[in-house]
């Protein structure tokens, strides 16, 4: 390929170099190459889908190098797979970067503390390489309040950082976000932890109107300056979306509530009056707050609530795409005069304390429902079970647009998945946890298999299923046979022997994560599976039948595949070859460098 | 890998139940060595399980290999028989919780116990009613001592069996009744602790004399009217 000459600069010698051209500076006389090479530019920034793009990336050098530099997004799925400075050597030009790092069975405490996923040498990288980088997206990562700060001083157009389940940092990191990124507009720490440092956050915002947009700290649990809260809602006319933690008292979220109209999105911390407030709490007219919000779409929080005071959101209802009652831990009775008024709403997730009952009070209300997650208020195994196969097959029959259910239950039959499969074609996540181990039909006492079976045959449109309850290998059978399009399968307490995994490693040829824990797989069935690792993100597999010989064996086979073997405490001396947890992923540039000693890489 | 410890399992359900005294009965579809891997969990981590050998009768290490290739349902269906056979019920209540069992995240976990339960007291006599969270107690000893401490007068009976609290001042017993989800006013400690931050609305402690009517386990109509 023909490079075009910039005046003054030398020939590089390697083609792959990268020059930093902007498109609409172009040489008055452009070589016949490049011009394919400008027009190409300027078409492929309408290519957003990273998938898209690497597909463009393949056609040829000229078509990978120009793709490479209009590239704005780099999405990393397992941060060990590829190396910082590999990626800022493909991509000169990033203004946004999401990165993913522990697995997820990480968030059951099922891998050992201190495992990894660190974003400090990746904001050290991208500090130097990127410059004019606007947005971070981090999911279960690890950060410092030193990468905060580098991050807050490396970038000065800095506008969102996204934090989702993300840990080891505290409120002096967050103190640096706030007062270094003037350009600020999102501030989202979903599910992360934040350390309670003593450090006043809030009010590090620079004084004056801010760009905020959006503020999200519902799971933040450190008391807040609520002054400073306040003041900064007031100076932030773009606000849109806020989520508070369960810090803020209902008569707090009122206050706020009058300052800021304008939000669509908004999370209520407690829902209730403050413990030091008492009975002498000052009684807003709550539901004239809640009238005034008349772009509100989405509601959550709910963390301490007080039922009494739920009528206050009657006046948004009728608009609500999104509701999160997943902490409150209310009854029928008191979510059908709610729930009866969101014709509108899309996205749902309560507890099981709302019944059966409650959830046929859903179907009901809700036709144009695309999620449901009912969540337990007891999750333990041998707990009551409010919810059952009967909320289930209401949910199916009142809500055929359902796209994504996750469904946690004591009990479950064949019946109820089966006519989910049927009602719900759509279905693209099928998520089922029934508590009890290897608990089998309830009225039947069959295994599960065909209620599984039913869903990967009857929904064709299926991505992502996690399944429980008492299966067998043919459920796997069923899986492997009909499940294309499955990219990321759970598996707990399942199946009989190794047949049941070979099942599923032959038959998922769409298959990126696959985590298993505690079922009887063992070396063979991981054998079988060494032509398709390559084309996945990870396998995970705790407490089967693994060896580190046959763990070794796949190594061998696949010297791309980094192969984790991670012991959990107490364990790290044992010889007998028995495997805790293997976690393997493919790796551009080998094995990492920063494991802990629960940690051995074969 | 040789594995003798796998092969020919009898297929009933083993349990690992933490219990010492069951350790050298148990089974466990264990690597050779593989001691009792039923540490008791450190903060983090180590999973106690359950291995459910269903069917092990006809398993090896290879899986099955005759069948392996084939994902014909039908192959399956020859083992389908032996499975729904042994299938046993429910494991006994005893079992321990495993890690990061169910999946879910702690923060929901966290969230659920640190819910307020305040509901209030009334004293027979007293002029002003107090509030308790009962999800700050953890036994009905806890919550009567808690009692104890607000009303000052009283002191706990020592046969906690019967669950009352004597007035010094008066001589009088108190008999700490509460009102429950059905509108129903039953002696407090009859049901499991649990059961009993559930269902109940608020407290009362009910003069003595004014007691009787209430027997344990009433479902209906006992009320607060003094019977004799």
């Known amino acids: 390929m023909s490079e075009d000459d910039e005046p003054g600069r030398p020939q590089p010698p390697d083609p792959g170099s990268k020059k930093t051209r902007n498109c609409a500076a172009v040489h008055p006389s452009p070589h016949p190459d490049r011009v394919l090479e400008i027009v190409l530019e300027h078409v492929l920034q309408f290519l957003t889908a990273r998938r898209d793009r690497n597909a463009a990336s393949l056609v040829c050098k000229s078509w990978y190098r120009t793709e490479a530099l209009t590239r704005s997004h780099v999405f990393i799925g397992n941060c060990y797979s590829v190396s910082p400075s590999r990626v800022t050597a493909r991509f000169p030009r990033v203004r946004s970067v999401a990165i993913k790092g522990r697995p997820r069975f990480a968030d059951f405490n099922l891998m050992p503390l201190n495992w990894g996923a660190h974003f400090g040498p990746w904001v050290a990288t991208m500090g130097k390489a990127y410059p004019w980088l606007e947005r971070v997206y981090l999911k279960r990562m690890s950060l410092t309040d030193r990468d905060l700060c580098l991050l807050g001083d490396s970038f000065v157009g800095f506008k969102e950082l996204e934090l989702v389940c993300c840990d080891g940092f505290g409120t002096g990191g967050l103190a640096a976000i706030a007062s270094k990124c003037s350009q600020l507009r999102v501030l989202d720490l979903s599910d992360t932890e934040v350390m309670n440092d003593g450090v006043d956050w809030i009010s590090c915002f620079p004084e004056g109107e801010t760009c905020l947009e959006s503020l999200i700290f519902d799971y933040v649990e450190c008391p807040i300056n609520f002054e400073a809260l306040e003041s900064l809602v007031a100076r932030s006319p773009a606000l849109k979306k806020l989520r508070l933690n369960r810090e803020v008292s209902l008569g707090q979220l009122y206050r706020l509530m009058v300052r800021a109209p304008q939000l669509t999105h908004l999370g209520t911390g407690a829902f209730g009056p403050s413990e030091a407030q008492g009975a002498s709490d000052q009684e807003y007219d709550y539901a004239s707050a809640f009238s005034a919000c008349k772009s509100l779409v989405c509601l959550s929080g709910f963390r301490e609530i007080v039922p009494e005071y739920l009528p206050a959101i009657y006046p948004v209802c009728a608009n609500l795409v999104s509701l999160n009652l997943s902490h409150a831990n209310i009854n029928v009775e008191q979510l059908k005069p709610i729930i009866c008024q969101c014709r509108k709403l899309q996205v749902l997730w309560v507890l099981d304390s709302v019944c059966d009952e409650g959830l046929k009070a859903v179907a009901a209300a809700c036709p144009d429902l695309r999620e449901l997650r009912v969540f337990p208020f007891d999750p333990q195994e041998d707990a009551e079970g409010p919810v059952s196969e009967v909320g289930l097959q209401a949910i199916s029959e009142g809500c055929p647009k359902l796209e994504s259910i996750l469904y946690f239950c004591q009990r479950m039959t064949n019946a109820a998945v089966i006519a989910m499969s049927k009602n719900c074609p759509d279905l693209v996540v099928f998520r089922l946890c029934i508590m009890g181990r290897h608990q089998p039909d309830y009225v039947t006492r069959e295994p599960m298999d065909e209620g599984f079976g039913a869903i990967v045959m009857n929904c064709k449109k299926l991505t992502r299923l996690a399944t429980s309850g008492l299966m067998t290998d043919r459920a796997f059978a069923y899986i492997g046979k009909y499940g294309k399009l499955v990219r990321t399968l759970s598996v707990a307490f399942a199946g009989d022997s190794d047949t049941g995994l070979k099942y599923v490693l032959e038959g998922c040829h769409n298959l990126q994560k696959l985590e298993i824990r505690d079922s009887p797989f063992g070396d063979a069935a991981l054998l079988s599976g060494l032509h398709h690792y390559y084309n996945m993100r990870f396998l995970w597999m705790s407490s089967c039948h693994l060896s580190r010989q046959g763990c070794r064996e796949v190594a061998r086979a696949l010297p791309r595949l980094v192969v984790e073997l991670l012991s959990y405490e107490g364990n790290e001396k044992m010889d007998d070859g028995a495997v805790d947890v293997l976690y393997m992923y493919r790796s551009l540039d080998g094995p990492r460098n920063d494991t802990s000693e629960s940690v051995t890489i074969l | ?228």
């Open chain 2, 1 to 228: 890998m040789s594995a003798p410890g796998r092969a020919g399992h009898s297929p009933e359900m083993v349990e690992y139940s933490g219990a010492m005294n069951l350790d050298e009965t148990e089974l466990t579809l264990g690597l050779p060595g593989g001691e009792s891997r039923g540490k008791s969990g450190t903060k983090r981590g180590f999973p106690d399980t359950i291995d459910l050998s269903i069917g092990a009768k006809r398993r090896s290490l290879t899986g099955g290999g005759e069948a392996a290739k084939d994902p014909d349902i039908a192959v399956a269906e020859r083992r389908e028989d032996e499975v729904s056979g042994t299938i046993s019920s429910k494991p006994p209540a005893t079992k321990t919780q495993v890690v990061g069992w169910p999946p879910v995240r702690s923060f929901r976990k966290n969230v659920m116990t640190k819910s307020c339960k305040f509901v209030k007291v009334a004293v027979d006599g007293a002029p002003y009613l107090r509030k308790v969270d009962l999800e700050m107690y953890s036994s009905y000893q806890q919550l009567l001592a808690a009692l104890e401490g607000m009303f000052s007068c009283f002191t706990i009976r020592k046969y906690l069996k019967e669950r009352k609290l004597m007035d010094p001042a008066n001589g009088g017993e108190y008999v700490p009744t509460y009102e429950d989800k059905d509108g129903d006013w039953m002696l407090v400690g009859d049901v499991p602790w649990k059961m009993f931050v559930e269902s109940c609305k608020r407290l009362r402690l009910m003069k003595g004399s004014e007691a009787v009517g209430l027997a344990p386990r009433a479902s209906a109509s006992t009320c607060t009217s003094s019977s004799s």
